[in-house]
């Protein structure tokens, strides 16, 4: 019953992603073409719903759903990691049109090519974890 | 019916999305799908080799609900709200896709030429693609959700910078890259 609320909440992410086609490898092309408004405008309108409701829960010092006190953590500091990172996540991004959460959704709908992007993200994943320590952060 | 099988306006689902990243909070967690991709690899055991995946990713399992939750939902969407009018591009962006050899969308929401071939060609692009993906969203600490979503809505300057990096990473596989490969 207690995982059931991140059942729906997830499920809810599905259907809007989907449906807006936010999971499109189309849209995301257009939005590095500058060609359509529409992904810009769903990014745009998200950061502002949470913008708004997060400066709501920090002024009022709202409690989360177990009665403790919201705290919502700052990001580590750092340069070369946000950098090198996000253009890394970037060149992937444009190539296979799809970031982490569409690519399950994705494979939910049941494109089972995007298995093979699930995989390159899971080797990813570990080849960062491999060589973390090396790297500049 | 019909209203829920068109293409949803960016401002309701802008919305939603950011409701859900509100809701996470409310359950006292973060909204980033990149960090099942750790999870994932931590279940293998794999952390007693290496450190950064010896984590209590037993912890993260809600977001893995969250996950199996999305795929549902993408299931949902697909087999019972698609319409053929969805993923209407520019006639100018079908034109250019068309140069490339890449088949315009005809409200499918994934082109046939990429995800509906067995070529060992693209069978690497898609590895590559999410080798990509996975390495730098954990060496950036986030995706879309992580950053892009949560991160500016909390106007974090590490997203900003974050942010910044994807879409130079974005253009630049966009104009340059997709025209040498395809």
Redesign the interface.
């Known amino acids: 019953m207690n ?1 059931l ?29 500058f ?5 810009y ?11 708004f ?2 400066q709501i ?1 920090k002024r009022k010092k ?1 409690k ?3 009665g ?1 006190p ?1 705290e ?8 070369a ?21 569409p ?9 089972y ?2 298995a ?15 060589f ?1 320590d090396k ?1 500049p952060h | 019916m019909e209203l829920l099988s068109q293409t949803w306006h960016w401002s309701i689902s802008g919305f939603l999305i950011g409701l859900v990243m509100l809701l996470l909070i409310y359950f006292g967690k973060t909204f980033g799908m990149s960090s099942n991709l750790r999870s994932l690899c931590a279940m293998t055991g794999i952390g007693k080799k290496i450190p950064f995946f010896d984590w209590d990713w037993k912890s993260q399992r809600w977001n893995m609900v969250v996950v199996v939750g999305a795929m549902l939902g993408g299931f949902v969407a697909v087999h019972f709200l698609h319409d053929i009018s969805n993923v209407s591009l520019h006639p100018k962006t079908i034109e250019q896709l068309s140069l490339m050899g890449i088949d315009e969308p005809n409200g499918k929401l994934l082109p046939n030429s990429l995800f509906e071939n067995s070529s060992p060609k693209m069978i690497i692009i898609l590895i590559i693609g999410g080798i990509l993906i996975g390495f730098g969203s954990r060496y950036a600490g986030g995706c879309t959700s992580g950053h892009a979503i949560s991160g500016l809505s909390n106007l974090q300057i590490p997203s900003l910078k974050a942010v910044i990096g994807f879409f130079i990473g974005g253009l630049i596989m966009a104009h340059f890259l997709l025209p040498l490969l395809f």
């Open positions: 995982l609320k991140y059942l729906l909440v997830g499920f809810l992410f599905g259907i809007v992603l989907t449906k807006t086609e936010a999971v499109s490898w189309y849209r995301i092309y257009e939005m590095f073409h060609q359509s408004f529409h992904m405008g769903i990014i745009g309108t998200a950061i502002a719903t949470g913008l409701g997060i829960i709202l989360d759903i177990d403790m919201i919502i953590l700052d990001k580590e500091k750092g340069n990691r946000y950098w090198i990172g996000g253009i890394l996540f970037g060149l992937g991004w444009a190539l296979v049109g799809s970031c982490p959460g690519i399950f959704i994705l494979l939910g709908a049941g494109f090519n995007v093979f992007v699930l995989l390159g993200a899971l080797f990813g994943t570990f080849l960062y974890g491999l973390k790297l």
